[in-house]
């Protein structure tokens, strides 16, 4: 039987065994950083977290450091992922004339591709499986529409390119440590890319 106050968002089941990068430590000591402006954290309670967070060799090191910072929010569904079983191969996804969608507990690969021409395609990676943490996504969208739901926490680099369109990058949650890491990629005309967290979910800028 599951103790009840033993923390949810930690261990190997929610990727917390997984080894920490200096990108994972640093945005761990933006948010500490962030917090301590905001009056959330004092001086010294911000420097022993960063401290912390400086050593942390693993996810279960970093999350509890900012656990309470984070909220008051809906509890933050765990993202699954499943590198053992990665495809080297990309996803295509093409709505032509058309439209596509992907949603619920879809398996997203490390390379996904998007191409839209007079179509529309809705992405909804929040209880998707990831086969890695760090997720390409390529899309070309002509006369067309792409709306991407990303799972709160989702560090996002948008590099896509837009001519008579827009690229739109909503007001996201901060990037959590455990989260996935995508970058998007392409060409978007006479379109639109949108990129938000999941609706009613109240981000913290």
């Not at 499943?82 to 879809?106: C, L, P, Y």
């Not at 909804?124 to 086969?131: K, N, P, S, W």
């Not at 997720?135 to 529409?145: A, D, K, P, Q, S």
């Not at 996201?172 to 990629?185: Q, V």
């Amino acid at each position: 039987m599951s103790n009840p106050l033993e923390p949810s968002d930690v261990g190997p089941v929610v990727g917390g065994d997984l080894t920490a990068a200096d990108a994972d430590r640093d945005h761990v000591v933006a948010l500490l950083n962030a917090a301590h402006a905001e009056g959330r954290l004092t001086a010294v309670e911000r420097d022993q977290r960063i401290a912390t967070a400086r050593l942390a060799e693993t996810f279960d090191d970093l999350v509890p450091l900012t656990r309470d910072l984070v909220g008051p929010a809906t509890p933050r569904q765990a993202v699954s992922y499943d590198e053992a079983h990665a495809s080297e191969s990309a996803d295509q996804i093409v709505a032509i004339f058309a439209g596509a969608s992907r949603k619920h507990a879809w398996r997203v690969r490390k390379h996904t591709s998007i191409l839209t021409v007079f179509g529309g395609a809705e992405i909804d990676l929040t209880q998707a499986i990831f086969e890695a943490r760090d997720i390409e996504v390529n899309v070309f969208c002509l006369f067309g529409g792409i709306e991407l739901t990303v799972p709160p926490g989702t560090d996002v680099n948008n590099q896509v390119m837009a001519v008579l369109g827009g690229s739109d990058v909503g007001k996201l949650a901060p990037p959590d440590p455990s989260a996935p890491r995508i970058t998007i990629k392409g060409f978007v005309g006479f379109g639109g890319l949108d990129i938000r967290n999941p609706k009613g979910k109240k981000n913290r800028g």
